[in-house]
């Protein structure tokens, strides 16, 4: 029996165990659209023998957990606990854990790998064929891809780490072990939003000298700005509304275009008539701009809306380059495939293989190369969880990034 037949065998007790009614923790949960709370519920247990137990010391919100809250992304159940990024201490580890141990500082990433399968051995973790046990998503993307932790029953139903404790599977390959020099509000951004961003930057392939454009400057799409910044772009110019995002931007030297105010492509035609060498989407699929898309979301006649697409097909140059890296999950009508072929661009996309990417950064951090502290706005406690999801709802204070930690007592 080979080593992906014995994960197959016990991968329904590993990904979905039984948990005792009487282990309770407090954690975020979702009770439904707009609904979340602070509440008691199921605290996990090592239930493999690859298992660790995570204590929580620092969680994050993400402009993506809005998706579930708002409805946007479909699959949820009310009781799910959100967060797929969050760092802590191992409390316990299983007997088959090799590379950390009892005490030691970890931050887990967001994709949930086996490191066994094809994709995982290509370090292609965001594709692992293993964690996620839902059916759907084959039906829906033609193969599996990863288990993310607190993101719907469409990528496995994981309880998520905006929470007391969490359950880590496979921990040797989904857990990365933290100096003491890196703190934590730092070190939690491994899991998800530094290296969403470099991953960005390298579908893109931004090289010295390109221009760019990004859709979207929340926290990934502002570290996007940054991460082309180093990298040596010539030019970046940021796409958003809110009068926070772009200040923040601009602070960054990073041009800046209000798409309330003035017209995208026509704005980016004017400072670079031959079109942008890299078009950036930031952002995700229920950002509908025309009144076309807004009705057929509302009348659920497609999942996601093309007119981020539209605008970056027609403003990138040909043979330019277009990533995807906003949360799309379903079909988009009206997709400017025409634009695509005609102009010999290039599209890339899809979930961050964290694992691939994660050391290099933490060395990044380690030697002063890379502080991506500045897009994070407030920090408290897990318990006010519910009141930062309100003000991220109704783009309230500012906020752009929050980190959390059940140790913390109210908001600084």
């Not at 007790?13 to 009770?31: E, F, G, K, T």
């Not at 926290?219 to 910044?229: N, R, Y």
């Not at 980016?268 to 025309?290: N, R």
């Not at 009141?387 to 109704?394: G, Q």
Request: a negative charge.
């Amino acid at each position: 029996m080979n080593v992906l037949t014995q994960i197959g065998d016990t991968l329904d007790s590993l990904m979905q165990p039984d948990i005792p009614p009487s282990r309770q923790m407090h954690a975020l949960v979702w009770n439904g659209v707009n609904d979340v709370r602070y509440q008691l519920a199921p605290a996990p247990m090592i239930t493999d023998p690859r298992d660790i137990l995570l204590r929580v010391r620092a969680s994050s919100i993400c402009g993506s957990d809005i998706h579930l809250v708002d409805g946007s992304m479909s699959s949820m159940k009310s009781g799910d606990i959100l967060g797929h990024e969050f760092l802590g201490i191992v409390e316990e580890a299983g007997s088959e854990v090799r590379n950390v141990r009892v005490g030691q500082r970890v931050v887990v990433a967001f994709d949930i790998a086996c490191g066994e399968c094809a994709f995982c051995r290509r370090e292609e973790f965001s594709g692992c064929k293993i964690t996620n046990l839902n059916p759907a998503i084959v039906e829906l993307y033609g193969h599996k891809t990863a288990a993310i932790y607190g993101y719907s029953h469409l990528t496995g139903g994981i309880p998520g780490g905006q929470a007391e404790f969490v359950r880590v599977p496979f921990a040797d390959v989904n857990c990365l072990v933290i100096p003491d020099e890196v703190p934590d509000d730092k070190a939690v951004l491994l899991g998800d939003v530094l290296p969403t961003s470099y991953h960005a930057i390298q579908l893109g392939n931004v090289s010295k000298g390109d221009t760019v454009a990004i859709w979207g400057l929340g926290p990934i799409g502002l570290l996007t700005a940054q991460w082309c910044k180093l990298q040596g772009a010539s030019r970046v110019v940021g796409i958003d509304c809110v009068a926070d995002r772009l200040r923040k931007a601009r602070d960054m030297a990073v041009d800046t275009i209000n798409f309330n105010e003035h017209d995208v492509v026509l704005t980016l035609k004017e400072v670079f008539p031959e079109g942008i060498d890299v078009a950036i989407e930031c952002a995700g699929g229920e950002y509908s701009k025309s009144m076309t898309h807004r009705m057929e979301r509302m009348f659920s006649l497609e999942s996601d809306s093309a007119d981020i697409f539209s605008e970056m097909f027609q403003s990138v140059r040909p043979f330019g380059r277009v990533v995807v890296i906003g949360v799309y999950t379903g079909y988009a009508n009206h997709f400017p495939v025409g634009a695509m072929m005609e102009k010999c661009l290039t599209v890339n996309g899809g979930q961050t293989p964290v694992q691939k990417y994660w050391k290099k950064l933490l060395q990044m951090m380690v030697d002063g190369t890379l502080d991506p502290s500045g897009v994070i706005t407030h920090k408290g406690s897990l318990a006010d969880g519910a009141k930062f999801y309100e003000k991220f709802m109704n783009r309230q204070d500012g906020i752009l990034k929050v980190i959390m930690s059940p140790e913390l007592t109210g908001e600084r």
